[in-house]
């Protein structure tokens, strides 16, 4: 430590309640020290009431950023300079940069889960998608595949207090990017059916299959897969699901969120450093 921290070491936080369970400050930590870049990656315990003030700490510290999450995602864009499109289109932030005091805010969760595509050579664009989910993970996911050319997004949820930031994602994708999307009740199983049977991918981007509703399915039964369907659960704890495992019974190719959760880091070690994250380095840390 006394060789790693000076007073040249540059800091970068993560801002969140609760937020001691996350994994972000090894995986940053180690991706600093692989390549010998001076910065420090620390997590804050803070809450709603506390983050314009830290985000005014950001400035005074001359932080070069920070990672943030629950509950600040979608509060702290008032308090920044600039909103990248996918975070103003999301209204939510996961990451800021600070430029000389002008912060700027992203979301890289989108980003992350795009680059986890690619990386297992699964090329969405130009294609068709359908998603279940209108949470956080969700939102960025359907926003970032608007933006990066996916052609049709077919999105189903339940009738929750979410559906109505569903109903706003449609709308923005529609009229703001050359995606078309559309949503549907998650209750309309044969209308589900029917839209997977033509989709090159299905993602589950729901909590549905981790805990506490781990051995639960968005998809009813194997008889929603074909092999062809590429199947991708945003969930990655525990790592193997119910709704993977029937697709795989079926002989689909699928991924678990682990690839989104590293990307996604790696998406904001660019911002802040200008350069990838070690990603081999990273996945032979990770596993
Ligand atoms: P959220 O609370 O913002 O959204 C929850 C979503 O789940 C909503 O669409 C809601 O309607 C749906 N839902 C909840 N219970 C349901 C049920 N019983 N049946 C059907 N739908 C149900 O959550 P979030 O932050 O968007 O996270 C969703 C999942 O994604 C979680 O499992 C989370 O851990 C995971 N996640 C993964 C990554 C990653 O990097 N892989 C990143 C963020 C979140």
Not at 158 to 171: L, M, N, P, Q
Request: one cysteine or more; hydrophobic letters at 40%.
């Amino acid at each position: 430590m006394a060789e790693r921290i000076t007073g040249h070491t540059e800091l970068i936080g993560l801002m969140a309640y609760p937020i001691r369970h996350s994994s972000s400050p090894a995986m940053q930590n180690e991706a600093f020290a692989k390549l010998g870049y001076d910065y420090a990656y620390l997590a804050f315990e803070v809450g709603a009431d506390e983050i314009e003030d830290a985000v005014k700490a950001i400035r005074t510290l001359k932080m070069r950023g920070s990672n943030v999450s629950m509950p600040n995602k979608t509060l702290v864009g008032q308090y920044l300079d600039e909103l990248s499109p996918a975070a103003e289109l999301c209204g939510a932030v996961n990451t800021i940069v600070n430029d000389n005091g002008h912060l700027t805010g992203h979301i890289t969760d989108g980003i992350g889960f795009m680059q986890a595509l690619k990386d297992n050579n699964i090329d969405v664009i130009g294609k068709k998608m359908t998603i279940v989910g209108a949470g956080g993970a969700a939102t960025a996911i359907e926003i970032q595949a608007a933006l990066d050319g996916v052609a049709e997004i077919v999105i189903f949820n339940r009738k929750d207090e979410f559906w109505e930031r569903a109903v706003s994602t449609v709308e923005k994708i529609n009229t703001r990017t050359s995606s078309h999307a559309v949503l549907y009740d998650l209750a309309e199983l044969d209308k589900l059916k029917e839209e997977m049977n033509d989709s090159y991918l299905f993602v589950n981007a729901t909590g549905v299959g981790m805990k506490p509703l781990e051995g639960q399915s968005v998809v009813p039964d194997k008889s929603y897969f074909r092999p062809e369907l590429i199947v991708v659960d945003v969930p990655y704890s525990p790592l193997e699901t119910k709704m993977r495992s029937m697709a795989k019974e079926v002989g689909c190719k699928t991924m678990n969120g682990l690839g989104m959760m590293l990307f996604q880091g790696s998406a904001a070690f660019e911002l802040w450093t200008g350069e990838p994250m070690p990603i081999e380095h990273m996945k032979e840390v990770l596993n």
